[in-house]
């Protein structure tokens, strides 16, 4: 891909863009596979807002600081107002130090590069994970258990044939009990910080970025 990809006089390259690597990326597909498979119990969910403001000087800056504000994006717009287009372009994460690392992440990021014009696109994004118990996987679970358990039942009705329902009963009580208490777990942990990664994803989709080893272009 990066062979054929020709650069322009007016696209802006950013060089070891904070959060936006393929490193970055690579961490949240695979945190994904693992967090759509059945072993985990939870469900996650992402959410982005992002907006790209292409050819601007620090005189507007203000002015698009008003705008992410009236948007109801206080945090994003107090992130932008610090920031002092300079050079060629630089990129700056910020982490909401008011997460919940067990229910709630998220980040803001804000990225800027200077085009042969000597203005500058800037992209800026906030993007949050959030997760929920499943109650769709935990049903899944639960009738995988008893579909063993059933199997299992057989097994101890042979041990106790006097009483063989109260036993099948027991072991898929004991396995739904088991379920639960695997969702709980899943739950109560700390969730992996994949926002970045996420993020970088959705802007390479929406092809407002391409992405490479040590740099991202603006496109």
């Known amino acids: 891909l990066a062979n054929r990809f020709h650069y322009?006089?007016?696209?802006?390259?950013?060089?070891?863009?904070?959060?936006?690597?393929?490193?970055?990326?690579?961490?949240?597909?695979?945190?994904?596979?693992?967090?759509?498979?059945?072993?985990?119990?939870?469900?996650?969910?992402f959410e982005l807002y992002y907006h790209q403001h292409r050819g601007v000087t620090q005189a507007d800056m203000n002015m698009m600081v008003v705008m992410h504000r009236s948007r109801g994006q206080d945090s994003l717009a107090d992130a932008l107002s610090q920031v002092l287009l300079l050079g060629e372009g630089s990129s700056t994460l910020v982490v909401n130090p008011h997460d919940s690392p067990h229910t709630e992440l998220s980040k803001m990021l804000v990225v800027y590069a200077r085009?042969?014009?000597?203005?500058?696109?800037?992209?800026?994004?906030?993007?949050?994970?959030?997760?929920?118990?499943?109650?769709e996987k935990i049903a899944c679970a639960v009738g995988g258990s008893l579909a063993v358990g059933g199997l299992g039942a057989v097994i101890l009705t042979a041990a106790s044939v006097q009483n063989p329902l109260s036993w099948g009963l027991g072991v898929a009580g004991t396995l739904a009990t088991a379920s639960a208490g695997k969702a709980a777990y899943?739950?109560?942990?700390?969730?992996?910080?994949?926002?970045?990664?996420?993020?970088?994803?959705?802007?390479?989709?929406?092809?407002?970025?391409?992405?490479?080893?040590?740099?991202?272009?603006?496109?």
């Open 8 to 45: 322009s006089p007016r696209m802006a390259v950013v060089h070891r863009p904070i959060g936006l690597t393929p490193m970055a990326l690579r961490q949240y597909i695979d945190h994904l596979e693992h967090a759509n498979s059945l072993y985990s119990l939870v469900h996650e969910s």
């Open 186 to 219: 899943d739950y109560g942990g700390t969730m992996e910080n994949v926002v970045a990664g996420y993020i970088c994803k959705e802007l390479l989709d929406m092809g407002m970025i391409k992405l490479f080893h040590d740099h991202i272009v603006m496109v």
């Open 115 to 135: 085009r042969d014009n000597q203005t500058y696109d800037v992209l800026v994004a906030k993007a949050s994970q959030k997760k929920r118990i499943a109650p």
